[in-house]
């Protein structure tokens, strides 16, 4: 079955850096574009970066640009975001979600990993 399992997850302090991991299993991976999103106690879920399918174009929210990193590799069929330079206001669960890059409109979330950025 279709499975994205996101790990990396933890307790910083501010300035400090984690590399969250997401692994997809059960769909074609190289054929969907990855996202990373996060959702904050009481606030809606928000967009924090995307790659292409082919990993050729990425893409990132404002309050992140400079300070995240995403990329994948189709050969562990695996996603990736480091998050450097962390605020307290990065504290949030975060989800990585599979779009197909094709004609259909498929899409997968993981159950999403816990971020705390804390002194």
């Known amino acids: 079955q279709v499975q994205l399992v996101e790990s990396g997850g933890g307790l910083v302090q501010p300035g400090g850096s984690l590399r969250l991991s997401c692994a997809a299993s059960?769909?074609?991976?190289?054929?969907?574009?990855m996202k990373w999103y996060r959702q904050a106690p009481g606030k809606e879920r928000e967009y924090v970066a995307g790659?292409?399918?082919?990993?050729?174009?990425?893409n990132y929210a404002e309050s992140v640009k400079g300070r995240f990193t995403i990329s994948r590799d189709n050969r562990r069929k695996t996603a990736y975001l480091q998050m450097n330079s962390l605020k307290v206001e990065d504290t949030a669960v975060y989800y990585c979600?599979?779009?197909?890059?094709?004609?259909?409109?498929?899409?997968?979330w993981g159950q999403g990993t816990q971020v705390t950025v804390s002194s």
């Open positions: 979600k599979a779009e197909a890059a094709g004609a259909n409109n498929n899409e997968y």
């Open positions: 059960g769909f074609t991976f190289h054929y969907y574009h």
């Open positions: 790659v292409t399918s082919d990993g050729g174009r990425k």
